[in-house]
C-alpha cells in the first residue's frame, strides 16, 4: 500500500521526465523545439487516460466505480423529484409493512429463548379424549421421571398463586412451585443468592422462596440485603434465598418461584393423588442424540403402562409433548405466517409498482442508453448501473420503510397484548434490521433487473436514428408493463380474498351466541388464601358478606359469585356419576365443567332457564343438596325424560367416596365457556353454600357503565377483609372482545395489507392504462379523424384495462384458491374456498380496475385529432 | 495515410506489453524512456506503443511484484526511475514466453498448413 501511494504521487513527474526525453530526442533528430514537443506528446498519448488507468491498476476498480455509479444515480433520483417520490413512498410501504411484520414474527417465532439450548426443551402433559390437554398430576410426573431414559433431566412445575402480605395493596401474585433441578436444567441462574438444593425435593423442607427481578425491585429496591429476608405469602413467612433474571419468563409471568417440596409439604393430599391433575406441567431435556419421536414413543409407552396399572386414575390418560418452543408461541403461529406472507406479497405489488415506473422512465431513456452503448459501454456495465440506481432508491424507500415501521410497531403493541407474546417485544433489533437490508436488496433486484435488462436490448442504431422508436420494441414494454399490472391485481386479489375471508370470520364469530349476556358486568376474582378461611363457614361467610355489601351499592343491579366464568380461562372439571348409570369404565365418565354459584349468577349473566327453577337463598348448607344442569347434559343423558329430581355426585363411587347426591331442580342453556369459536362442553351448577370455594369470581350488573363501580366495589371488600386482593378485573365485555382478539388483530393488519395492496394495484393499472393512452395519442387520433365516434374510443381504453384486470382476477382467484386453505385454521364459519368473499372481492377489482381507467379513457376520448396527427 | 500506417503497424494484444516490457528488462535495469525506446527499436518499429500506455504496464508489474524500482541518475545525470526484473518477473518470463511461442507455432500452422 505505501508503495502504491509512492507510485502514484510520483507518476506525473514520471510522465513529465518521460516527455522530455521524448522532446530532447526529437530535438536532437533535428525538429524545432516546438515541434518536438508536440510529437513527444502525440506519441505518448492521452496523459488524462494514462494517469486514470495508471490508478485504476492499483485501486479496486469495482469499488470506485460502485461510488461513481451512486453518485449517478442519486443525480437521476434528484433530476425526477415526481418520480422519485413515488418510487420511494411505494417501496417505503411496501419494505415498512414487512419490518413491522418481520419484528413480530421475529419476537414471536425466531427470537432466541432465555434458556440453554432451548430446542432440547420439551414441555409434557397428560392428555385424555375428554377434555385434551391436561396438568400431570404429582404422582404420575414422579413414575414418568424415573422411568424414561429418553430425557437427561426432567423437572415438575406447578402454578401457584399466592396473597402477597404485609403491604399496604394486597396483590394476588403468580408463583412456581418447582423441581430443584428446574433452573439448572433451563440453564437460568439466580442473578443474586442461590438455586434450589435436592434436598428441597421433599416434603417438610423449609419455606423459601426465589423473588422475580421486578417483584426484588418493586419490594426492595433492588437491594441485595434481601436475601435472607422474609416475604409474607398467604399469611405464612418464606426466607427469600435468590433473584431470577430480569428476562426470566417460563412462559408465563412468575412472581415468585419454590421448591416442590414446600408444595408437597403443604398440599400433602393433592401431592399423593394420582388422579388429581391440579395446574402442573413437566419440562423435560432431551438426552443427547435423543429424537422428539423416539422420547414421545417411550413417553407414550409409560403413559399406557400407568394407565393399564392404576386404571381408576388413568384410564384413556395420555401424554403430549411439545417443544417448549410452542408454548411460547401460543396461537400467534399461523396468524404471523399468514400476515407475513401478505406483506411479502404487498412488497412485491410496491415492486411491480415501481418496476412500471422504471419502464416508462426507461422509455425516455433509450437514446441515452442507446448512445452509452454506442460508445462502448457493455450492456452488462449498463445493466449493473441501473441495478445500483435501482438499489439506491430500495435503499432510500428502506430508510423511509424503517421509519414508517417504527411508528407502526407502535402500533402493533396496541393491538397485540403482551400475554399474545409471552414477555417479548415487537422492536427493531439487529435480526431485523439484517432483514431489511436482505427486503431492500431483493427489492432492488425485483423491480430493477427486468427494466435494466429491457433497456439494453433496443438496437443501437435505430434508437439513434431520428424519431428513434420501434414499434417491435413498444410492444415488447408494453406486454411487459401489462404483465406486471396483470401480477399486482392477481396478488392484490389473494390479498383481499384472504382479508374477506378473516372479515366474515369474526362476524360470523361475533354472532355466535355465547349462551350468556356480557353487557353491564363487571368481573373481579378473589381468592382467599390465608389461615383465617380455612374453615368453610369463613368461607361463606366472606361470599355472603360481599354479595350484601356489594348489592347495596348505588348502581348495582346484581351481584353474585361463581366459579369458571366464562371465557375468564377458568376451569374446574370433575367426574361425575348420575345415579342409576351403567358405570363406564374409569376413563369414561362424565367430566362436566362444574360452577359453583350463589343464587343470581344465571340472572347476572343472563343464562336462560330452560326447565324447573334456579338456585335461591334457601339452597344452604342446611337444605337439601340441588344442582342445575346445563341443555347439553341434559340431552345426553336424559335424552327421553325429564332430569327434573334425577340425582348425580362427584366422582366415581366407591367405598372411600360415599355418596352425597345432589338433586337436580332445574335445566339451563350451554354456555361458550372457553372461547366462542369452541363448542359447548357439559356444565353443572351447584349452590355455593353447599360447596364451599375459596377462589371465586364476583360479578357486578350495572345500571350502567360496569368498570365505573370498580373502586366502590373494592372499597367494600376491603371493610370486610383490608388484605384481600382482589385482582383480572374486567367487564365481561372485554373477555368476549379479548377471546377474539388474535383473530382481530389478524383481521386489522390483513385488512390494512389488502387495502394498501388494492390502492398500490390501482396505481398501476391506471399507470400502464394512461402510458398507453399517451403512446397512442397518434393512433387515436387517426381512428377519430377516420370518424371513429367518442364512444368507441372510450371503450377501447377501458377494455384494454378491464382485459388486464381479467387475466389478473383470473389467475388470482386460482392462486387464492389454493392459498386460502392455509389460514383455514384462522377461520371460522366459513369456507376457505368461499364463494361469497370470492365474488365480492372479483367484483370490488372489477370496480377499481374500471375507475383506475375511467381517467385515461376519458383523456383518450378527448384527443383532438388535429392536435394529435399534427404530433409527428 | 492512416490507412497505410494501420496495416503496417501491428496493434499490441492485451498483455503482449507486460510480456515485452520482461524481456526488454532481462537484458538489465532501464528507465521508462528507454523501455519504450528499445521496444520500437528491437521491433524495427512494427510495434507501435503509445507510449503512455507503458506506464499502466509498469505499475502491474511492480504491483504483481514481477519487476522491481529503484531510484537512479541517468546518463546525462537526470533523476531517474530505474526498473529491474524481479527473480519471480524472470520465472514468469520464462513461462510467458514459453506460452507465446507454442500459440505463434499453433497460428502459423493454421494459417500455413503445410
Known amino acids: 500500500m505505501k508503495q502504491r501511494k509512492r507510485m502514484l504521487e510520483e507518476l506525473d513527474a514520471d510522465i513529465r521526465e518521460h516527455i522530455e526525453r521524448e522532446t530532447q530526442d526529437n530535438i536532437e533528430r533535428g525538429m524545432s523545439p516546438e515541434e518536438a514537443r508536440y510529437a513527444a506528446m502525440r506519441k505518448f498519448g492521452n496523459v488524462m487516460r494514462v494517469k486514470e488507468e495508471t490508478r485504476r491498476v492499483w485501486s479496486f476498480v469495482w469499488l470506485e466505480q460502485l461510488f461513481e455509479d451512486i453518485r449517478f444515480g442519486l443525480r437521476l433520483l434528484r433530476k425526477n423529484p415526481g418520480f422519485t417520490a413515488v418510487a420511494m413512498l411505494t417501496l417505503a410501504l411496501g419494505i415498512g409493512a414487512n419490518t413491522a411484520v418481520f419484528s413480530l414474527v421475529y419476537a414471536v417465532l425466531l427470537r432466541p429463548l432465555p434458556f440453554k439450548d432451548p430446542s432440547s426443551l420439551i414441555v409434557l402433559n397428560e392428555t385424555t379424549p375428554k377434555v385434551g390437554t391436561v396438568s400431570v398430576s404429582y404422582p404420575n410426573f414422579l413414575d414418568w421421571r424415573s422411568q424414561s431414559h429418553a430425557f437427561s433431566q426432567m423437572a415438575a412445575v406447578h402454578s401457584v398463586d399466592f396473597n402477597l402480605g404485609g403491604v399496604d395493596q394486597p396483590e394476588n401474585i403468580s408463583g412456581d412451585a418447582v423441581s430443584p433441578n428446574f433452573l439448572s436444567m433451563m440453564g437460568v441462574r439466580p442473578i443474586l443468592g442461590r438455586d434450589f438444593g435436592a434436598s428441597e425435593e421433599k416434603a417438610g423442607t423449609a419455606p423459601v422462596a426465589l423473588l422475580s427481578y421486578s417483584l426484588w425491585q418493586s419490594r426492595f429496591g433492588g437491594d441485595s440485603s434481601a436475601l435472607g429476608k422474609m416475604i409474607t405469602l398467604d399469611g405464612r413467612g418464606f426466607t427469600i434465598v435468590g433473584v431470577l433474571p430480569a428476562n426470566y419468563r417460563a412462559p408465563d409471568w412468575t412472581d415468585v418461584l419454590l421448591p416442590i417440596g414446600v408444595w408437597t409439604t403443604n398440599n400433602s393430599k393433592q401431592a399423593m393423588e394420582r388422579g388429581d391433575r391440579g395446574d402442573m406441567v413437566v419440562l423435560g431435556r432431551l438426552a443427547p442424540g435423543v429424537t422428539f419421536a423416539r422420547a414421545r414413543a417411550e413417553m407414550e409407552g409409560i403413559a399406557a403402562r400407568l394407565a393399564k396399572n392404576y386404571p381408576s386414575s388413568n384410564d384413556r390418560f395420555g401424554v403430549a409433548l411439545h417443544p417448549l418452543r410452542d408454548s411460547f408461541v401460543g396461537d400467534m403461529k399461523s396468524p404471523i405466517l399468514v400476515l407475513f406472507g401478505a406483506v411479502l406479497f404487498v412488497l412485491l405489488i410496491a415492486c411491480a409498482n415501481v418496476a412500471n415506473l422504471f419502464l416508462v422512465r426507461g422509455a425516455g431513456r433509450t437514446k441515452e442508453v442507446a448512445l452509452r452503448m454506442a460508445l462502448g459501454a457493455s450492456s452488462g456495465r449498463i445493466i449493473c448501473q441501473m441495478l445500483i440506481e435501482s438499489f439506491v432508491l430500495s435503499l432510500l424507500g428502506g430508510v423511509l420503510g424503517v421509519g414508517l415501521a417504527i411508528a407502526g410497531n407502535r402500533a402493533l403493541a396496541q393491538l397485540i397484548s403482551a400475554d399474545m407474546l409471552s414477555g417479548a417485544t415487537v422492536e427493531l433489533n439487529g435480526a431485523v434490521l439484517l432483514f431489511v437490508a436482505g427486503v431492500v436488496i431483493l427489492a432492488a433486484f425485483i423491480f430493477g433487473l427486468t427494466p435494466a435488462m429491457h433497456s439494453t436490448k433496443p438496437d443501437v442504431q435505430s434508437e439513434l436514428k431520428e424519431g428513434g422508436r420501434t414499434a417491435s420494441g413498444d410492444a415488447a414494454q408494453n406486454r411487459l408493463r401489462g404483465a406486471l399490472a396483470i401480477a399486482e391485481i392477481s396478488l392484490a386479489l389473494i390479498l383481499l380474498v384472504g382479508a374477506g375471508l378473516m372479515m366474515k370470520s369474526l362476524s360470523r364469530l361475533l354472532q355466535v351466541d355465547p349462551g350468556f349476556r356480557p353487557d353491564r358486568v363487571l368481573k373481579m376474582g378473589m381468592d382467599l388464601r390465608t389461615q383465617q378461611y380455612s374453615k368453610d363457614p369463613a368461607v361463606l361467610n366472606f361470599w355472603q358478606q360481599v354479595l350484601d355489601r356489594v348489592r347495596v351499592l348505588p348502581g348495582v343491579e346484581t351481584a353474585a359469585v361463581g366459579t369458571v366464568i366464562p371465557l375468564a380461562d377458568d376451569h374446574s372439571r370433575s367426574d361425575v356419576t348420575i345415579e342409576g348409570m351403567a358405570l363406564p369404565t374409569p376413563g369414561n365418565y362424565p367430566h362436566p365443567d362444574v360452577h359453583v354459584v350463589s343464587p343470581e349468577y344465571l340472572t347476572t349473566l343472563g343464562i336462560p332457564l330452560l326447565r324447573g327453577r334456579s338456585f335461591t337463598e334457601e339452597d344452604n348448607e342446611n337444605a337439601l343438596l340441588a344442582g342445575v344442569i346445563s341443555a347439553m347434559v341434559a340431552r345426553r343423558f336424559f335424552p327421553n325424560e325429564d332430569p327434573i329430581g334425577k340425582r348425580f355426585m362427584f366422582g366415581h363411587p366407591s367405598a372411600t367416596n360415599p355418596p352425597k347426591w345432589y338433586t337436580i331442580v332445574g335445566v339451563v342453556g350451554d354456555t361458550k365457556l372457553y372461547g366462542l369459536a369452541n363448542p359447548a362442553r357439559l356444565e353443572v351448577y351447584v349452590p355455593y353454600r353447599q360447596k364451599p370455594t375459596k377462589a371465586m369470581g364476583l360479578l357486578v350488573k350495572s345500571g350502567a357503565d360496569p368498570a365505573a363501580l370498580t373502586s366502590a366495589i373494592r372499597e367494600a371488600v376491603h371493610s370486610i377483609d383490608k388484605d384481600q386482593p382482589i385482582f383480572a378485573i374486567v367487564t365481561m365485555k372485554e373477555l368476549v372482545s379479548d377471546s377474539v382478539a388474535t383473530r382481530r388483530m389478524t383481521l386489522v393488519l390483513l385488512g390494512l395489507f389488502s387495502g394498501l395492496a388494492l390502492l398500490l394495484g390501482a396505481i398501476g393499472i391506471y399507470g400502464v392504462i394512461s402510458y398507453s393512452v399517451a403512446q397512442r395519442t397518434h393512433e387515436i387520433g387517426i381512428r377519430m379523424a377516420l370518424g371513429a365516434p367518442r364512444g368507441d374510443v372510450f371503450r377501447l381504453v377501458l377494455g384494454q384495462g378491464l382485459k388486464l384486470a381479467g387475466i389478473g382476477i383470473a389467475i388470482g382467484i386460482v392462486a387464492a384458491f389454493g392459498l386460502a386453505r392455509l389460514m383455514s385454521s384462522l377461520l371460522y364459519g366459513v369456507s376457505a374456498a368461499d364463494f361469497e368473499t370470492f365474488a365480492g372481492v372479483a367484483i370490488l377489482l372489477v370496480l377499481v380496475a374500471l375507475l383506475a381507467c375511467y381517467i385515461p379513457a376519458r383523456r383518450a376520448m378527448r384527443v383532438d385529432p388535429i392536435v394529435a396527427l399534427r404530433y409527428e | ?114
Open chain 2, 1 to 114: 495515410m492512416s490507412t497505410k500506417e494501420q496495416r503496417e503497424r501491428i496493434e499490441l494484444l492485451q498483455g503482449t506489453l507486460d510480456l515485452l516490457i520482461l524481456r526488454t528488462l532481462l537484458l538489465g535495469p532501464r528507465h521508462g524512456h528507454a523501455i519504450a525506446k528499445a521496444i520500437e527499436f528491437n521491433s524495427e518499429d512494427v510495434l507501435q506503443v503509445e507510449q503512455g500506455s507503458l506506464y499502466p504496464a509498469l505499475h502491474r508489474l511492480i504491483k504483481r511484484g514481477w519487476i522491481s524500482v529503484e531510484e537512479g541518475t541517468s546518463e546525462n545525470n537526470r533523476r531517474a526511475k530505474f526498473y529491474r526484473l524481479t527473480p519471480k518477473g524472470r520465472r514468469q518470463l520464462a513461462l510467458e514466453t514459453r506460452k507465446w511461442d507454442k500459440l505463434a507455432r499453433a497460428i502459423a500452422r493454421i494459417l500455413r498448413p503445410a
